[in-house]
Structures are given as C-alpha cells and as structure tokens.
C-alpha cells in the first residue's frame, strides 16, 4: 500500500474513523431562523445539532463529533453526539493534552514557566508549521512558558518536541490516565522524548476541555495561562472564529488540528461574563482537497459557518462554573 505524506509527516501518521449520528438531527434546517437567539439551552441544543448537521453534510466526507450547551440546573444538555466514543487521529488538538501534562509537572512544582530550554537545530521539525522552523538561529534556548505559547497559538510543531524534552511520552500518558483521559494519550517512539501527538475521542476531549474550564483539571493559574492562549486573537481564526469580531473571538477557546486530510477543531464559548456555555470537538476527515491547508477547505468552511451560528444560539444563556474573563488585547503600533 502506498501512503502520501505532506508536510506534517513529523508529527504522526494515523486513520480517522467514519461519521455518525446527531442528537436533534430531525429538526428542519427551516428551524435555524424561527428564533433570533434561544433562551433555554434544550432549544440552544436543538439550534447547535441543526447548525452542525446543515454544514457537516454540505462538507460531506466523515465527521466525528460531541458538542453540548451548559445548563445551571444539571448536567450540559447534548446537541450533538456523532461517534463520540471512536478513538481518532487528534493531531493537533492533542496539543491541549500536551500542555495539559507540562503544566501538571509545573502546578506540582516539577519544572516552571520561566526554566529555559535548548533549542537545537536536531529538534526544529523541518517545514514544521510554527516559529521555530524560521527563524534559523540555532542553537538557542527560551523558556518553557514560550513554547507553550507557541504549541497552543501557532500550533508550533517543534513546541511538541521542546514539551517532550520536558515530559516524556510515557509519563504525559500516565498524567492524562491519572486525570481521566486513558483514551487521550501521545503514540510513543523508540526516542523516549519524541512521540506522535496520538489520540482521543470527541467525548474526551470535550471532557478534557469541561474539566479545563471547571478548574479541576490545573490550578487556577495554569487554567488562566492555558484558556489565555487558546482565547487570544493570534490563536487558530481559519475555523470557528473566523467571521466573528474581536470580541466575539475573544468568547472562545480553540485549537485546531490538520494532518493528511483530517482537519479537527475542539474548544469552548464563554458567556459575556466569562463563564463557560458550549463546548465542542468536531472532528473530520475525507473531504475533498486534502491538500488544501487554508480557509477555503470544506470542513474549515463547514466549522467557520457554524462558529457564529453556535455563538448566536448561546448569546443569552448563562454558563455555568468558573467564570475567565478574556484578556484585554490592544494592537500596538511599537514605540
């Protein structure tokens, strides 16, 4: 069998399973507009399954998913639940569960944000997407808490070796089953500080990132750096933020992941205060243009179509828990 690489072959090979089911898929598309903005999260749900379902099969090709709406009276209400127990090639969402395990080490006291690591040009990935394949100057050292903001807003692939340094891919995989997740873990590799970036399910990941928001997954300081990264205005916009302003993208969370033709996105919508009220991971692979790592590719088009539509159908719900207001960003002009 011949297999066709591109130019993410350095961070992990892997098959992606086939669609499944929507919870609410029997309502009309007509239904999307009977309501500008619901106001219970069973008719935000119903409005999120008919949003996912229109624009995952305008897509086509298979998609694996777990999205649900927070309800302040009970357990969040699931709008959708397509596979979401199939174990899937995570690529680069598992970058969360990554960072997830060094900030673990960092919150018991293991290693800290400012500890330097060396960056040699052995471990740039080469044509790896990020910073570290750029800029050429090696060898060098930064700190810990730069990588991290790299792996999670540029989605650096030589972040995920400068971790590995740090957390080998044995004891990452045993943090994450110690949390809960023995279905999210890293694909290790004869060098013990390398690994592929592994697997999860949608139901995990969403979990993972319910945990996250919660605090009971890191301390409340590694939950503020981690949601500061994956809320801020350089982290992944081709997707789900992608025709929103600024502060509207400012209510999100979100990585994506894209290898082959599998092209991921998980993260969470935050109410105006700041408190967590959808949560997502949509998970597809098999459309056409596999090539295609940009804007234009149908499940990136299929994902920012459903960003304001997931937005608008929580706008005047509450979340739920601890709430994380996002960071005041101002573009500067230098001096």
């Not at 800290?112 to 050429?136: C, H, M, N």
Request: hydrophobic content about 45%; some cysteine; glycine content about 8%.
């Amino acid at each position: 069998m011949t297999i066709r690489l591109n130019r993410r072959t350095a961070l992990g090979l892997g098959t992606v399973a086939t669609a499944g089911t929507v919870l609410g898929a029997a309502t009309p598309a007509s239904a999307e507009v009977t309501e500008a903005a619901p106001t219970t999260p069973a008719r935000a749900a119903r409005r999120v399954a008919t949003s996912y379902t229109k624009f995952s099969t305008q897509a086509g090709g298979n998609w694996q998913a777990y999205v649900s709406v927070a309800r302040p009276d009970g357990p969040p209400v699931v709008a959708v639940a397509a596979q979401a127990d199939q174990r899937i090639e995570a690529y680069s969402v598992n970058k969360i569960a990554v960072a997830t395990a060094v900030l673990d080490k960092i919150d018991r006291g293991l290693l800290t944000l400012d500890q330097r690591v060396e960056v040699t040009a052995a471990i740039v990935v080469p044509g790896g997407d990020g910073i570290f394949s750029l800029d050429g100057a090696y060898p060098s050292s930064v700190t810990l808490g730069h990588v991290l903001a790299n792996l999670l807003t540029v989605s650096d692939d030589t972040a995920v070796r400068l971790c590995g340094s740090v957390c080998p891919a044995a004891e990452l995989n045993a943090i994450l089953v110690g949390k809960g997740f023995p279905n999210t873990q890293v694909e290790p590799v004869a060098n013990p500080n390398r690994f592929f970036l592994g697997t999860s399910t949608p139901r995990e990941t969403h979990d993972l990132l319910r945990a996250l928001v919660a605090g009971t997954l890191l301390s409340p300081a590694s939950t503020s750096f981690l949601l500061g990264l994956l809320r801020s205005p350089v982290a992944f916009t081709d997707g789900m933020r992608r025709t929103m302003s600024s502060d509207d993208r400012a209510r999100i969370a979100t990585k994506a992941g894209w290898f082959a033709d599998a092209r991921h996105e998980a993260g969470v919508i935050f109410d105006r205060s700041g408190a967590a009220v959808l949560t997502y991971a949509l998970f597809a692979d098999g459309q056409a243009n596999p090539d295609d790592f940009g804007a234009t590719h149908p499940a990136v088009q299929a994902r920012a179509a459903m960003g304001p539509r997931f937005l608008t159908a929580v706008d005047r719900l509450s979340g739920t828990g601890a709430t994380h207001r996002a960071a005041t960003r101002r573009p500067s002009n230098g001096g």
